[in-house]
């Protein structure tokens, strides 16, 4: 019974880290992006731990997400306060504004 548990875990872990992927690569939005990001590596650690990992490994999985989170979550402050816009197609839009012409041979 157990050994059903477990499996019954690890395919939950798999089913929300592919869902997460799938949304965090479809997103428009830089948040949602980060976000969906945060669900994978959750997802991820919750595999690990269906998997029986070492603590320590289950530790440095949190660490790295709490980590990323952070970062994720300055350079969306950051994208807001540069372009007003945390959008994709509305920063490929200023990218392409700012980026200078090229020469023509």
Do not use: C, H, K, W
Request: charged share 15%; no cysteine; net charge negative.
């Amino acid at each position: 019974m157990i050994a059903m548990l477990d499996i019954a875990g690890l395919a939950v872990a798999l089913l929300l880290l592919s869902i997460a992927a799938a949304s965090a690569l479809t997103a428009q939005n830089l948040g949602r992006r980060v976000i969906g990001l945060f669900v994978v590596l959750v997802g991820a650690i919750l595999a690990a731990a269906a998997l029986r990992a070492d603590g320590g490994m289950i530790i440095m999985g949190a660490v790295v997400a709490t980590s990323y989170a952070a970062i994720g979550v300055a350079l969306l402050v950051r994208s807001q306060e540069t372009y007003q816009s945390v959008e994709a197609d509305d920063l490929d839009a200023a990218d392409l504004r700012d980026e200078p012409v090229e020469p023509r041979v």
